[in-house]
């Protein structure tokens, strides 16, 4: 069956410019994960949500950033005001249930001019 | 705090030579571990996971790893290794009693020779 998908797989940005990625679960997943992988490190996790409440956003790194889940499946992450520093890949994952092996999707290569 | 060492930024190994990826971690109570194997512009692949039970692990592809308790250790093992194994490597750890979130390693690059 189809797999975690990701739009656009690049965004390429002003600094200070607005953007938005897309991240469409596995069907009937519910719980819903973003992390973030820079060059050479491993994904760092940002937030995850159950159902369509975020159930743990501590990995946000600051107000900049923000993620919604409206109808409990696909999620889209904002960023506002993108500084260089946010270049990196941005990965979802989702997962049957909370606690559930996570899969991810392709990542979206985020890249801030 | 949970954390996970990837010692080894790279391996590299000869084709048909057995391979191992260290990965060491620290949680407060109980893990979960997970390898998850990344290919060039390909999203991470799980491999395999350590819930409970059999400390020796059966994954994808003929990769196994063995849980070690007491050396807080789950090393990715295969006894014959493959040029198309050639990618990298990353271990993770959930806390079992924590939230959902996995906590990554560094990454470990194999490259197998032929």
Known sequence: GAGVSQTPSNKVTEKGKYVELRCDPISGHTALYWYRQSLGQGPEFLIYFQGTGAADDSGLPNDRFFAVRPEGSVSTLKIQRTERGDSAVYLCASSLNSGDTQYFGPGTRLTVL | ?114
């Not at chain 2, 007491?70 to 009693?97: E, G, I, M």
């Open chain 2, 1 to 114: 705090a949970q954390s996970v060492a990837q010692p080894e930024d790279q391996v590299n190994v000869a084709e048909g030579n057995p391979l191992t990826v260290k990965c060491t971690y620290s949680v407060s109570g109980n893990p979960y571990l997970f390898w998850y194997v990344q290919y060039p512009n390909r999203g991470l692949q799980f491999l395999l996971k350590y819930i409970t039970g059999d400390n020796l692990v059966k994954g994808s592809y003929g990769f196994e790893a063995e849980f070690n308790k007491s050396q807080t250790s789950f090393h990715l093992k295969k006894p014959s290794a493959l040029v198309s194994d050639s990618a990298l490597y990353f271990c993770a750890v959930r806390d079992r009693a924590g939230t959902y979130k996995y906590i990554f390693g560094t990454g470990t690059r194999l490259k197998v020779l032929a």
